[in-house]
């Protein structure tokens, strides 16, 4: 979306030539000064509607990002949970000491995950 805009910001010299030589030919009174006039008009508001459909293009880009991140994140949330239910879901005591420590340090770390 960026390369199109270089693109439209390439024909700035090309607009600004145009208009000049058309806005000289007005003022010299050329026979044609009406329809010199019309197409100028024409013109600027030809480039306006491009711009403005280059903003709206640019917000629905940005708009579709932001939401591919929010479903990227969605996912890791989802999968986290999914994690975290079979862990918690676990129905092991343990059968000693050391797995009984074990079992605290894991309920421990999740409650620092949340």
Not at 20 to 29: A, K, R, T, V
Not at 73 to 88: G, H, L, P
């Amino acid at each position: 979306h960026k390369e199109r805009k270089g693109e439209i910001d390439a024909q700035e010299d090309s607009f600004k030539t145009t208009i000049q030589f058309g806005q000289s030919l007005i003022s010299l009174g050329h026979f044609a000064s009406e329809e010199v006039k019309q197409k100028l008009v024409l013109l600027a508001e030809e480039k306006s509607k491009l711009l403005s459909l280059w903003e709206e293009r640019k917000k629905e880009f940005e708009q579709c990002n932001g939401f591919m991140i929010f479903l990227r994140d969605v996912e890791q949330t989802e999968n986290w949970v999914v994690k975290q239910e079979s862990v918690m879901s676990s129905e092991e005591e343990g059968d000693s000491l050391e797995s009984v420590e074990g079992l605290l340090k894991k309920h421990k770390n999740y409650q620092k995950s949340l």
